[in-house]
């Protein structure tokens, strides 16, 4: 990605105030020179005042006074009128198509690619970012990033009330069936993963970069303090304990926005999607089984793979984290870590047998079992959104 560092702009100077003073005679609405004195007391002790705040203060009153011009609302608002909000699509707009619809706006976005350029040159003024890649781009000066630091604003999906969960472990429905130790043996393991990398992310992010990264280690260390984030705090900001956890309020609210907004192509799909409830989508028995559980499995299928919804980075930290320290073999298994981002989709490749796991997003599975494939969430990693809009407060003045 090609390195676009951002031109700061200066300070503004102090506008100093002038009162001008009126002279005349004759009537009840002259200026006395009492009242001249008294005004010009309160101004001298104004500028006393300001001429009294250290620079910093100063820049900070300004940059407080930048922050809070508008409210997020406001801001969408704007944004929305004048056709500047951005998203990449793919299954990552249904979120702001909730919050567009939130304020009675027009759903309608710009077509994001997968740079921040568009949010650089100010052709989208409120652009779409994960958390744990593009926001850090943004933020940072290492390589590829923008060097925006704290300056920007941010528009947070979990906030606003239409968050969508997103990572999650599933496989297929008969798989499952056929092969319950092994669904439990690789979750067992890949929960181990994830609760060593949650503890270690430095450690996590080494390990996913030595396994072909294809972002630069210092991005990937970012990569793997957000995501920690995502896994440990739900989207109301409570911090998690139960690494894995499917809670029916988050996945309930994912399910009715997708019910809404995604749109299928075949009418009997589209019905099927609108009657499905949680219960057609995951099964919570396999993940209480390999919690409650002292590590001890009798497998079926001693030799799996899972396929990532991405390439190899610190969105995935846990297995890779599982595969690196041995976890996958302590509970008979040899695992394969798959790239995701090819030709074929992560549910895809689940239902046809390509591999035996699969790391997707709630909508994308419920999408893809309305259109007729077998699919079984079996651990929700991922309890909140990553998805944010970022913005340049000054943009919106």
């Known amino acids: 990605m090609k390195k676009r560092m951002r031109k700061l702009a200066g300070l503004m100077g102090?506008?100093?105030l002038t009162v001008a003073m009126m002279t005349g005679c004759g009537n009840s609405g002259d200026v006395t020179t009492s009242d001249t004195k008294e005004e010009t007391d309160v101004e001298t002790a104004s500028e006393t005042e300001k001429a009294g705040q250290t620079d910093d203060e100063t820049e900070?009153?300004?940059?407080e006074t930048k922050q809070t011009a508008l409210s997020d609302e406001e801001?969408?608002?704007?944004?929305?009128?004048?056709?500047?909000?951005?998203?990449w699509g793919l299954g990552n707009e249904y979120e702001i198509l909730a919050l567009l619809a939130k304020y009675d706006l027009p759903t309608d976005y710009l077509?994001?690619?997968?740079?921040?350029?568009?949010?650089?040159?100010?052709?989208?003024?409120l652009a779409s970012a994960m958390t744990y890649n593009e926001l850090g781009l943004v933020q940072n000066d290492y390589d590829g990033g923008y060097g925006y630091g704290d300056s920007i604003g941010i528009i947070d999906m979990n906030d606003q009330g239409v968050a969508m969960l997103e990572d999650n472990i599933f496989c297929k429905g008969e798989f499952a069936k056929e092969n319950p130790e092994t669904v439990k043996a690789f979750l067992y393991a890949?929960?181990?993963?994830?609760?060593?990398?949650?503890?270690?992310?430095?450690?996590?992010?080494?390990?996913?970069?030595?396994?072909g990264s294809s972002v630069s280690a210092e991005h990937q260390a970012y990569m793997a303090d957000e995501v920690a984030k995502l896994v440990n705090t739900d989207m109301s900001g409570n911090t998690v304990t139960d690494i894995g956890n499917m809670d029916d309020a988050a996945?309930?609210?994912?399910?009715?926005?997708?019910?809404?907004?995604v749109s299928l192509d075949d009418a009997n799909a589209s019905e099927k999607l609108q009657a499905m409830t949680l219960d057609d989508i995951r099964d919570s028995s396999y993940i209480d089984a390999a919690k409650s559980s002292d590590g001890t499995f009798t497998v079926e299928k001693p030799e799996v793979s899972i396929q990532l919804k991405w390439l190899p980075d610190a969105q995935f930290m846990g297995y890779y984290v599982a595969l690196d320290k041995g976890y996958?073999?302590?509970?008979?298994?040899?695992?394969?870590?798959?790239?995701?981002?090819?030709?074929?989709a992560e549910t895809t490749a689940v239902n046809n047998g390509t591999v035996d796991f699969g790391v997707t997003w709630v909508s994308n599975l419920a999408s893809a079992n309305a259109g007729g494939m077998d699919l079984l969430e079996v651990a929700q990693v991922f309890q909140r959104s990553g998805l944010v809009l970022v913005y340049k407060p000054e943009n919106f003045n």
């Open 190 to 211: 890949s929960l181990k993963g994830w609760e060593y990398a949650m503890e270690n992310p430095a450690e996590a992010a080494e390990i996913c970069y030595e396994y």
């Open 60 to 63: 900070a009153s300004d940059d």
């Open 328 to 344: 996958y073999e302590e509970v008979g298994l040899t695992v394969n870590i798959v790239a995701g981002g090819g030709d074929i």
């Open 251 to 261: 996945m309930q609210q994912t399910l009715d926005i997708a019910k809404k907004y």
């Open 111 to 125: 077509s994001q690619d997968f740079t921040m350029d568009g949010f650089d040159d100010d052709s989208i003024s």
């Open 14 to 16: 102090v506008t100093v």
């Open 75 to 87: 801001i969408i608002r704007t944004a929305a009128a004048d056709g500047t909000v951005g998203n």
